[in-house]
């Protein structure tokens, strides 16, 4: 599917076919096409929970206002970031450039979070929304529908995956067969978002 | 372009042929297509500077340093949300939809955000995260090349776009016709990103 219709076509399903079983090489599909999203200076800090145990999911559906989708997607996706990433082995994520390019990036990489825990949180929710948008916008291709899902405890949710300290949990992702339609919604129009060189 | 191919295709182009122009029509096919991403509870707090003026671009450039791709792109947006959009007439998020719809949505929006200016603000970074990739990627589909930036000093930033109190930058994009290759990178594999039901 391209990408203009893709994005035009995915909307937040909250009804999914229970019975529905992905097949593992679309998972591996959706999960490697995804990890190719961006990160800044490629660290790649996102840490994605698979929930497939019926027991995770419904215990994560009871912090998770009941909502129907936990257990019935065909995969539930809790989006994680590793806050300490870039400064494990960071010359890990460069391995393959060649030297002057490893040279300039490495000590601006540490100079952009050492210190700075508000700035590496910051990154680590864009890195979260980019990598969860390209899973959705890879399942819609894939023919899947997808919801993004806030609306949980997360300290509850934390503590089912077992969440380690200096991770934090974006938001989660459902993906499966929608069974019905999604929410109606509205857009505001372009113009009231787009500001042409200031505000 | 499908979805797939557009994710693999996609690279942070470093440099831009600085004389292309892009139509006014793809610039609004872009945006229009871009802010049917999601944004939690569909308030859309995504406020796009698209700067335009090449002396704005040269002031950017001198606080972001001295990056070529700041003043060569055809398109540069620097994507800023508004923190308190959550609160300014939420109704009119969900105008469109039925009575009970709204009647579920509306309080639980506000008990989301109230008094949490921390959960407004990485709800704020994970959204211009989705909204960032969707614009990437349509752009890739409409043959254009991109850039996402976080490597500039924000507060100076701000000062040059005059961002509004409770308003914050994510991040910049930069659209436009590569002319270099991408930076070589690697990625981690899949198996040491994903985890089974629990760390």
Redesign the interface.
Known sequence: ????A???N?R?VKSFDPHHKMSDETR??L????????S?Y?I?H????????PA?RAAIREVAWGQTQVTDASALYVLCADLNAWQEEPQ???????QP?QDFVLP?LDE?YRGKPEVA???A??????????L???A??LGYDSC?M??FDFDAVAK?????AD?AI??MVAVGKGTGNA??????P?EK???????
């Open positions: 599917m391209e990408v203009i893709a994005v035009k995915r937040a591996q599909v999960l490697e096409t995804a990890v190719l999203a961006p800044a490629n790649q996102w840490r994605t929970v698979d929930v497939r145990d995770q890990r994520y460069w391995a393959t450039s060649p390019v601006k952009y949180r910051d990154e929710m864009r890195t979260l929304g980019i990598f969860g948008m390209t959705m916008l890879v819609q291709d993004p806030d609306g089912i995956i077992r969440l380690p991770f974006g938001y929410w109606p919604s509205n857009r505001e372009v978002l787009v500001y042409i060189d200031h505000f």
